[in-house]
């Protein structure tokens, strides 16, 4: 199985400020099926991110995705107090799917 | 609008069987893949198994050995059952939804914390 892994591990910022969350794969992602999730305290994930870049419905274009083969990244523009919260990252293309181990964006 | 519904008990001793379920409303099962994904408190996400709507599953093999997903296309529900439960299967338990042949989970369900503890 694809092994995510995630930095760092916590990342402390303030409002406004830029937020780059990586994610390496074991092994390259095919096609991209790489996608990423917001995970608020006591909520379910909330897909942002699919295709390594392509916004999810109504995630705001402060969010974006890059990235190929091993290697991607979410950035957060310019984070809004809303957006403090974990974020995984996910390999979608192929069974078993696997999750990273997570990103705390903190205050 | 897709909702996922769950429920189930909450509370188990080691050695019983976990069961949940999980109701969708507002879409067809068909076109679609059902799963179970959990959240060990403080730590990340395990994607359990899934199952179709003519019931052809497929689990996570670190789990397979104690896992049944099961569909009831007449009720629009699926089901997860895990057996033998220990400490280590305390979690939170979701069920989401993703296109058949994808595992890309657009909706999920709420969430069931289930506890293992003698």
């Known amino acids: 199985e694809i092994v995510l892994t995630q930095s760092p591990g916590t990342l402390s910022l303030s409002p406004g400020e830029r937020a780059t969350l990586s994610c390496r794969a074991s092994q390259s992602v095919s096609s991209s099926y790489l996608a990423w999730y917001q995970q608020k305290p006591g909520q379910a994930p909330r897909l942002l991110i699919y295709g390594s870049s392509s916004r999810a419905t109504g995630i705001p274009d402060r969010f974006s995705g890059s990235g190929s083969g091993t290697d991607f990244t979410l950035t957060i523009s310019r984070l809004e107090p809303e957006d403090f919260a974990v974020f995984y990252c996910q390999h979608y293309g192929t069974s078993p799917p696997t999750f990273g181990g997570g990103t705390k964006v903190e205050i | 609008q897709v909702q996922l519904q769950q429920w189930g008990a909450g509370l188990l001793k080691p050695s019983e069987t976990l069961s949940l379920t999980c109701a969708v409303y507002?879409?067809?099962?068909?076109?679609?893949?059902w799963s179970w994904i959990r959240q060990p408190p403080g730590k990340g996400l395990e994607w359990i198994g899934e199952v179709n709507h003519s019931g052809s599953t497929n689990y996570n093999v670190s789990l397979k050995s104690r896992v049944t997903i099961s569909v009831d296309t007449s009720k629009n529900q699926f089901s997860l059952k895990l057996s033998s439960v220990t400490a280590a299967d305390t979690a939170l338990y979701y069920c989401?939804?993703?296109?058949?042949?994808?595992?890309?989970?657009?909706?999920w369900g709420q969430g069931t914390l289930v506890t293992v503890s003698s």
């Open positions: 507002g879409v067809s099962f068909s076109g679609y893949s």
């Open positions: 989401a939804r993703s296109r058949s042949g994808s595992y890309l989970f657009a909706h």
